[in-house]
């Protein structure tokens, strides 16, 4: 896949589905790699992480968030991805299989991302910030945008900060900023709505919990999804509650692949290969139902139909109707035009 083509992304390629880490690896490195062992395990196409500082992202006056027990400005900064840890991960992930990204939120965060990754995500709380988006476009590299909380005037701003940027490799992610959100707010029409607005590659990042959410945007044409996940729901933190575990990654993968599969081109040329038994041993076509001899003039009541579709067709009925017996036929055997005269 050639992200810096925006290949991977197209309309037709295979749905592009990202594990989101975010800051599940809780500040261990060791944990990281195995979030990435689990994600190139389960087949996912890439694994995420999350850039932010506290000193840059939060106002120590923030007040506190209902959810939260910690204020934010301690809980960010407890839960900050190292940024030394960028090139090692990266190769990393490389050496796995995966695509290695992640979401700046400051611009000493584009600059670093720059250097190890092909592609940048713009979080839904950042898509406001447009001279944030308009530097990470300017690095001329694709550009995924969640859009939970926005209005369209706002997703219009964003697209054409990345435009302005002389950057058109553009996605949008249809987005509830709510962790975990309730299927309810999910809109998943939206995607198409982005999608016919903007021209651009449109998915989900869902932070529903389960996978069924998903897929069903895989089945509304979703080209990308990006999920959380973590090794264990129960470890301590605030994204790991409402993350999918390694094996529901892993069935996500597997069934968002049927889907696509079951998805097809939508055109109806008759029998696939594997349908063809059914095709010609429980259709119908004309038998004889009753003894026919041979120089016979056939009439309806000689005929019925019955499997298998050995026959002609039951539609000719009117065709076979007067035509004569070339030879004898028994009950039960279908009626084939060699049969007739």
């Not at 060791?30 to 996912?44: G, S, T």
């Not at 990266?90 to 611009?107: E, M």
């Not at 000493?108 to 944030?132: G, H, R, T």
């Not at 999918?244 to 290969?273: F, N, S, W």
Request: aromatic share 8%; glycine share 6%.
């Amino acid at each position: 896949m050639c992200l810096k083509e925006w290949e991977g992304i197209r309309e037709g390629a295979p749905c592009f589905i990202v594990a989101e880490v975010g800051a599940n690896h809780n500040r261990s490195l060791n944990l990281a790699k195995e979030l990435v062992d689990a994600a190139a395990e389960a087949k996912a196409d890439a694994v995420k992480f999350q850039i932010y500082s506290a000193e840059t992202l939060y106002s120590r006056k923030t007040p506190k968030h209902s959810n939260y027990a910690k204020d934010l400005f301690e809980l960010i900064r407890e839960i900050e991805t190292p940024r030394e840890w960028l090139p090692e991960l990266s190769a990393y992930a490389a050496s796995k299989g995966l695509v290695f990204f992640a979401t700046p939120f400051d611009r000493q965060a584009v600059d670093e991302l720059d250097q190890v990754s092909d592609l940048f995500k713009i979080a839904s709380f950042e898509l406001v910030d447009l001279p944030l988006i308009r530097y990470c476009a300017s690095k001329g590299k694709p550009l995924i945008l969640s859009t939970g909380l926005a209005n369209l005037e706002e997703i219009e701003d964003a697209y054409l900060a990345c435009r302005e940027a002389g950057n058109e490799q553009v996605a949008f992610l249809q987005c509830a900023s709510l962790y975990p959100a309730p299927a309810s707010i999910m809109n998943l029409r939206a995607m198409e709505t982005l999608r016919r607005a903007f021209g651009v590659p449109v998915g989900l990042s869902d932070h529903t919990r389960g996978i069924h959410v998903s897929v069903a945007a895989a089945a509304l044409g979703a080209r990308i999804l990006e999920k959380h996940f973590t090794l264990d729901r129960t470890l301590e933190g605030p994204d790991h509650p409402f993350a999918i575990e390694p094996q529901e990654l892993a069935e996500l993968v597997r069934q968002v692949r049927e889907v696509e599969a079951a998805l097809g081109d939508g055109r109806k040329l008759g029998p696939a290969p594997e349908e063809r038994e059914y095709y010609e041993k429980a259709r119908r076509s004309l038998h004889a139902a009753v003894p026919i001899p041979r120089g016979t003039v056939i009439a309806e009541d000689m005929l019925v139909s019955k499997r298998p579709g050995y026959g002609i067709r039951p539609k000719h009925l009117p065709l076979v109707v007067g035509r004569t017996a070339k030879q004898d036929m028994e009950a039960d055997q279908w009626i084939t035009w060699v049969d007739l005269q």
